[in-house]
């Protein structure tokens, strides 16, 4: 069946500091995953797509095929980054998104 | 930028009361959804909806949901009977095909 797991719940890092948020997820068919961010009191957006390669408000993700991850990084956090992130995966064929439970990010001055 | 809408942002209802959350599309998007999130959970899929129809809907989506879009601009979620455990939020989604979705600001839901 197909799962994702954010296996961290908080993630706290000071400003300047690296950010990875893991992601692994199981799949039987081609992968299609995004990363979601929501800040505080506001609505669920999407922040990277893995076919479009691009790196968004300094953030990158790389789907890994042969470890099932699609981790986030950012070389350093800034604090607005601070927000609660979802990965998710696109349940091709079936139109719905499957997400994790989400990882909250925290940076701190 | 065009972004999906939701109304109301918070409603009470009594346990067996019927409830109608609404959604605005993006307008040019084909692709409908809702999902939910429980407090403390993950945001979970209920349905899909596409050319006037569902096209997919997971075993949350039960007879007491049911989903319409009433005119060329709104997409509604109607839960027949609310129980306590449909307290969640309530997330609108919509796309120009099946990725890509775009999410509504949400509904609280409170069944109390």
């Known amino acids: 069946a197909q799962r994702v797991t954010q296996p961290e719940k908080l993630l706290s890092v000071f400003k300047g500091a690296p950010v990875e948020l893991k992601c692994n997820y199981s799949?039987?068919?081609?992968?299609?995953l995004f990363w979601y961010v929501q800040y505080s009191r506001q609505r669920l957006q999407l922040l990277l797509r893995h076919i479009s390669r691009e790196s968004i408000k300094g953030f990158t993700a790389d789907l890994n095929k042969g470890e099932t991850s699609f981790h986030l990084k950012k070389p350093f956090a800034q604090e607005e980054d601070s927000a609660m992130y979802y990965c998710?995966?696109?349940?091709?064929?079936?139109?719905?998104?499957?997400f994790g439970t989400g990882t909250r990010l925290l940076v701190s001055p | 930028e065009p972004e999906v809408t939701q109304t109301p942002s918070h409603q009470v209802t009594q346990m067996g009361q019927e409830v109608i959350l609404r959604c605005v599309p993006i307008?040019?998007?084909?692709?409908f959804y809702w999902y939910r999130q429980i407090l403390g959970q993950k945001v979970e899929f209920l349905v899909s909806f596409y050319n006037n129809e569902i096209s997919e809907k997971s075993e949350i989506f039960d007879d007491q949901f049911s989903v319409e879009r009433p005119d060329g601009s709104n997409f509604t979620l109607k839960i027949r009977s609310t129980k306590l455990e449909d307290s969640a939020m309530y997330f609108c989604?919509?796309?120009?095909?099946?990725?890509?979705?775009?999410f509504g600001p949400g509904t609280r839901l409170t069944v109390t």
């Open positions: 307008s040019n998007h084909l692709y």
């Open positions: 998710a995966l696109l349940y091709s064929g079936f139109q719905k998104l499957v």
């Open positions: 799949y039987s068919g081609s992968p299609e």
């Open positions: 989604a919509s796309s120009t095909q099946y990725y890509e979705q775009y």
